[in-house]
Nanobody
Framework: QVQLVESGGGLVQAGGSLRLSCTASGSTFSINAMGWYRQAPGKRRELVAGISSGGNTNYADSVKGRFTISRDNAKNTVYLQMNSLKPEDTAEYYC???????????????WGKGTLVTVSS
């Protein structure tokens, strides 16, 4: 089993930045790709960004050019640098372990508990 713990969420004004972190522990040898999802109230959970073990990335269109996903394999940690934040980025952000396919990131059923990001206008 793998455990995921997110941190870095908070309240920020529109245009500001936040950096989320997620560290995996447990059976980390099995980790391939990692990703970030988000879920806003009343909306379905959506992929924000994913990264393969080799550093390939994909992003939701809504965050391209503003968010950057990265990882430190030695620390089993994935990061999400979020710049130029908008009120519509407000959501609970979840870390995920997945698989990298030809079409990009695909989630597995390993989730953190989430960290809340609130962007005020």
């Amino acid at each position: 089993q793998v455990q995921l713990v997110e941190s870095g969420g908070g309240l920020v004004q529109a245009g500001g930045s936040l950096r989320l972190s997620c560290t995996a522990s447990g059976s980390t040898f099995s980790i391939n790709a990692m990703g970030w999802y988000r879920q806003a109230p009343g909306k379905r959970r959506e992929l924000v960004a994913g990264i393969s073990s080799g550093g390939n990335t994909n992003y939701a269109d809504s965050v391209k050019g503003r968010f950057t996903i990265s990882r430190d394999n030695a620390k089993n940690t994935v990061y999400l640098q979020m710049n130029s934040l908008k009120p519509e980025d407000t959501a609970e952000y979840y870390c995920n372990i997945g698989t990298w396919l030809s079409r990009g990131y695909s989630a597995k059923d390993y989730w953190g508990k989430g960290t809340l990001v609130t962007v005020s206008s």
